[in-house]
């Protein structure tokens, strides 16, 4: 058997930018890294990518190369861009313990937005029913 290995050659960028126009996404310039945070503890790092946007499809893409590190070989430099409401998410994304916290609130919050049953429904559609 031979082993085909696919090579990415400029037409396929240039019929991948062409159908992202298609759909209405407009390039944004001037981004100099993405990264995507995994739950694994990994981060997809690209470095001069293009990003394209459909703002109110609420639909982007990423496209160049990209290489897969750890957090903490980027973490001085995430922290450097990173405000405390979005560092207090980091700390929550890769700390199991806060991450059960965070379900177990979500499900407490669930069960307080149903009122209990209070009374008997038969006998007041009885008495409305005798009154009318």
Same mark, same amino acid.
């Given at each position: 058997?031979?082993?085909v290995?696919?090579?990415?050659?400029?037409?396929?960028?240039?019929?991948l930018?062409?159908?992202?126009?298609?759909?209405?996404?407009?390039n944004?310039?001037?981004?100099?890294?993405?990264?995507?945070f995994?739950?694994?503890?990994?981060?997809?790092?690209?470095?001069n990518?293009?990003?394209?946007?459909?703002?109110?499809?609420?639909?982007f893409?990423?496209?160049?190369?990209?290489?897969q590190?750890?957090?903490?070989?980027?973490?001085? &430099?995430?922290?450097?861009?990173? %405000?405390?409401?979005? =560092?207090? !998410?980091?700390?929550?994304m890769?700390?199991? @313990?806060? +991450?059960?916290?965070?379900?177990?609130?979500? &499900?407490?919050?669930?069960?307080? %937005?149903?009122?209990? =049953?209070? !009374?008997?429904f038969?006998?007041?559609?009885s @008495?409305? +029913?005798?009154?009318?």
């Amino acid at each position: 058997k031979k082993k085909v290995v696919h090579k990415t050659s400029k037409s396929d960028d240039i019929k991948l930018q062409n159908n992202l126009k298609k759909m209405g996404m407009n390039n944004i310039p001037g981004i100099e890294e993405v990264n995507m945070f995994q739950q694994d503890g990994n981060v997809l790092h690209f470095s001069n990518p293009k990003v394209s946007a459909l703002i109110p499809a609420n639909t982007f893409s990423v496209t160049g190369p990209c290489e897969q590190k750890s957090l903490g070989e980027l973490l001085p &430099t995430i922290l450097q861009q990173m %405000d405390s409401q979005s =560092l207090s !998410g980091l700390k929550k994304m890769f700390d199991p @313990a806060a +991450a059960k916290s965070t379900i177990s609130e979500i &499900t407490e919050d669930d069960e307080d %937005d149903v009122p209990e =049953l209070t !009374g008997d429904f038969d006998s007041v559609a009885s @008495a409305d +029913a005798e009154a009318s």
